[in-house]
């Protein structure tokens, strides 16, 4: 719940963000879910969760997002927008997907012999 916009500048949470995770210092399950860590929602949503569980698979109903994505919208910390992310994915309702990795750089005697052979079709 976020108030809206006045006098006293952007909207703020009412509720707190420990109250999202319940007061767990854990993420359930075996999910090693990372700020990069990309969310697609799976299924529908089980019974018995709602606000930010249902907010947080609303978003990503119709595409994909990061966790920290996620988190900006649902204004809440990356941390605790892991909790409800776990908890959904838990369930099936979310599936995780590990950040996709950087790139290796190329060796620059590659890219050379490439661009010499490339040269050498005209």
Do not use: C
């Not at 075996?30 to 990309?38: M, N």
């Not at 249902?54 to 119709?62: K, N, S, Y």
């Not at 920290?68 to 994915?89: C, G, K, Q």
């Amino acid at each position: 719940m976020t108030v809206s916009r006045g006098l006293y500048g952007p909207s703020r949470r009412l509720v707190p963000a420990y109250l999202a995770t319940q007061g767990r210092t854990a993420a359930p399950g075996g999910h090693q879910l990372e700020r990069l860590s990309i969310l697609h929602a799976a299924a529908d949503l089980p019974a018995g969760l709602g606000g930010e569980h249902r907010q947080l698979w609303e978003l990503v109903r119709p595409g994909a997002l990061t966790v920290a994505e996620a988190a900006a919208h649902l204004r809440l910390p990356v941390s605790a927008t892991i909790f409800i992310a776990a908890d959904l994915a838990d369930r099936g309702a979310l599936r995780v997907r590990s950040p996709i990795p950087n790139a290796q750089p190329v060796s620059r005697d590659l890219a050379e012999r490439l661009l010499s052979g490339l040269r050498a079709l005209k």
